[in-house]
């Protein structure tokens, strides 16, 4: 499976950007896919995630400014990230992996690369 993530830039504060990742390959498997990010000098966090069946799971403190989506007939997941703030600075990674829920272990997990999303005026 390979992941290709787009959509990262710079954006004033208070700013919206909307990440795409497309997934290929042997991708039938996959029930999972969503978004981490790495700020610099942290480690990598969750960010979001949504099922195949729509299902999605939000970190927290994103649930309200982060919205994530999924084409399933174009293998694609998206995060509209709006009201962007400097914290949110980082390089944000599209995840996928084959769990049949958010309870069951990772099983089949995938990365893409990052895509760097910069808020700053």
């Known amino acids: 499976v390979q992941l290709q993530a787009c959509g990262g830039g710079l954006v004033q504060p208070g700013g919206s950007l909307r990440l795409s990742c497309a997934a290929s390959?042997?991708?039938?498997?996959?029930?999972?896919m969503g978004w981490y990010r790495q700020a610099p000098g942290k480690q990598r966090e969750f960010v979001a995630a949504?099922?195949?069946?729509?299902?999605?799971n939000y970190r927290a403190s994103m649930k309200g400014r982060f919205t994530i989506s999924r084409d399933n007939a174009k293998n694609t997941v998206y995060l509209q990230m709006n009201s962007l703030k400097p914290e949110d600075t980082a390089v944000y990674y599209c995840?996928?992996?084959?769990?049949?829920?958010?309870?069951?272990?990772?099983?089949?997990?995938?990365w893409g690369k990052g895509t760097l999303v910069t808020v700053s005026s």
């Open positions: 949504i099922t195949n069946g729509g299902r999605t």
């Open positions: 995840n996928a992996d084959s769990r049949p829920d958010y309870t069951a272990p990772v099983v089949n997990e995938y």
């Open positions: 390959g042997s991708i039938s498997s996959i029930n999972v």
